[in-house]
Each structure stands twice: as structure tokens, then as C-alpha cells.
């Protein structure tokens, strides 16, 4: 438990770089400014998943997230995006219910996903623990 979630700790510092302020695990108070899903994604989401989604593989995993089939049920992406999953940080303190449901919006949208059914900022609260 404690060595991933340092491990967590370290990939977020080594591939967030330039995307996310370094700071940004390390203060509670941080949160994203961007509002629109492109705009987010391209912040917080590219330096690990790439600007095309396609993830890598290197120092960490990355995966793809175009033309993913893992983003078909919306709760899913919600719930890994506020509340993280392994080696993906939790957002959820760092993003508002809008954001949320822009950034996945966005993705289950784009890079081959076409999965219309929107998510709304009451869905993101159902998430939150
Ligand atoms: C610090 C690197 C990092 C950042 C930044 C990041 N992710 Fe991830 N993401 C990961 C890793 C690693 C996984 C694999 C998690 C696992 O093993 O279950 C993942 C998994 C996912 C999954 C699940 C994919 C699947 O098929 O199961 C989704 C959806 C996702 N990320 C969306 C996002 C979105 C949206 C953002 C931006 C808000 C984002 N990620 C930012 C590292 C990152």
C-alpha cells in the first residue's frame, strides 16, 4: 500500500511535468483553472496519456485512452478521474464538478471515443466519497 502509493507520488512529479505545477500533489489547496474539456486535457491529462491519447510506456504505463472501450459506461471514467485508480492520481480535490464532467465529456468525445451520452455535474458528485 505505501510503496505504490509513493510509487503514485513519483510518476505524477516525473511526467506532470511542465502539463501540472510540480507543486501540485503537495498542495491541498490547488485547483485547475481551465474550464473547457480541451483546455483540461491538454493541462492535466497529455503529459501522461499524450496530447493523442494514446498513452505510452516508458518509466511508467500510460494507457491509451482512443478508441477506448473502458470509457463506454461514463461512471468509470468519472470514477478514475476524481478518485484515481493505481498509478493515476485522484483530480477530484483538484477540479470542480464542472471540470470533471468536461474533461470526460471531452475524452469519451474525442481520439475515436464517440460515446454521446453526456455526464452532467450532479453525475461527478455521485462519485465523490
Ligand atoms: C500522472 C499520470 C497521469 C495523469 C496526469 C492522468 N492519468 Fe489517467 N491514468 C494514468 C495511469 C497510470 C492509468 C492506469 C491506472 C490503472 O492501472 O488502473 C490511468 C488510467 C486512466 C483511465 C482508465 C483507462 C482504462 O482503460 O482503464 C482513464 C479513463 C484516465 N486515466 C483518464 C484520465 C484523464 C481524463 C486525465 C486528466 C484529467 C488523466 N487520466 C490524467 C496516469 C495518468
Redesign the pocket.
Known amino acids: 500500500m505505501m510503496l505504490s502509493a509513493s510509487l ?1 507520488l513519483v ?2 512529479m ?3 511535468q511542465g ?2 505545477p510540480a507543486a501540485a500533489p503537495l498542495s491541498p489547496g490547488f485547483r485547475f483553472v481551465e474550464k473547457s474539456g480541451e483546455e ?2 491538454a493541462n ?6 499524450m496530447p493523442d491519447a494514446r ?1 505510452a510506456a516508458g518509466a ?6 482512443a478508441g ?4 463506454a459506461s461514463s461512471g ?2 468519472l470514477t ?2 476524481v478518485n484515481g ?5 485522484a ?1 477530484g480535490a483538484m ?1 470542480s464538478d464542472d471540470q ?1 464532467a468536461a ?2 465529456n471531452y ?1 469519451r468525445t474525442h481520439f475515436g471515443n464517440a460515446f454521446e451520452d453526456a455526464v452532467t455535474a450532479d453525475d461527478v458528485k455521485t462519485v465523490r466519497r
Open positions: 503514485s510518476s505524477f516525473a511526467c506532470a502539463a501540472v483540461l486535457f492535466v491529462c497529455q503529459g501522461c496519456h498513452g511508467g504505463t500510460y494507457p491509451s485512452l477506448n472501450r473502458n470509457l468509470y471514467p478514475v478521474v485508480q493505481r498509478g493515476m492520481p483530480f477540479m470533471v474533461v470526460v475524452l
